[in-house]
């Protein structure tokens, strides 16, 4: 995808971003949205934009490499399934940055698109762009908590698993258990090992 094309995209989805507000809440479920990658590093073509998604639910609900609870209409209603996004998942209580998601750029918020990220991004004044950045060890500190969430999301899948019940709540819109299943083993295993183990 040709780097024009690609922050024409951000802005597509800054603006559907923000008609996910028109959404009767008590609390927004999306409440901020950042780029990072290739497109952050001005790279032309680009082989896919990588977003940020930050959801308005607690860290548990939000493992590495899961599909959060309520995101499958959000994949829907921004057109993430549509190709052309690699897409992540945060809690609004962790911090948007991680082992992959490296230096994001908030360009969406309940505020409303960030003109000033999106314009900059379209006029490839990448230096400009305010980065959200982690030391060393804060970042070791962040994985270890990811890594333990992640562990205990699996076991609950594994216990889950061949329950009727659990079977029926994670099933529909394309998904089935077994992505659950994956999904869980595969985060699990990113984050031991970007431990290192």
């Known amino acids: 995808m040709q780097y024009r094309r690609a922050v024409e995209r951000v802005r597509m989805l800054a603006e559907a971003c923000d008609q996910t507000r028109r ?20 790279a032309d073509p680009i082989d896919h934009i990588e977003a940020v998604f930050v959801l308005n639910l607690p860290p548990e609900e939000v493992t590495w490499g899961s599909q959060p609870p309520g995101t499958a209409w959000l994949v829907d209603f921004l057109e993430l399934d549509k190709g052309g996004v690699a897409y992540y998942w945060r809690s609004f209580r962790d911090p948007v940055w991680n082992h992959v998601i490296r230096g994001p750029v908030r360009f969406w918020s309940l505020d409303g698109p960030d003109k000033g990220v999106l314009d900059a991004l379209g006029e490839r004044r990448l230096d400009r762009l305010r980065r959200v950045t982690a030391g060393a060890e804060e970042e070791r500190t962040q994985v270890a908590g990811e890594l333990e969430a992640a562990l205990e999301h699996l076991r609950v899948v594994h216990r889950s698993y061949w329950e009727r019940r659990w079977r029926r709540e994670h099933r529909g819109i394309g998904r089935q258990p077994e992505h659950h299943l994956w999904e869980a083993v595969q985060g699990y295993l990113e984050l031991l090992e970007a431990r290192g183990e």
């Not at 959404?23 to 409440?31: H, N």
Request: hydrophobic share 50%; aromatic share 16%.
């Open 23 to 42: 959404v009767p809440a008590a609390q927004p479920f999306l409440r901020e949205a950042y780029v990072f990658g290739d497109l952050l590093e001005g």
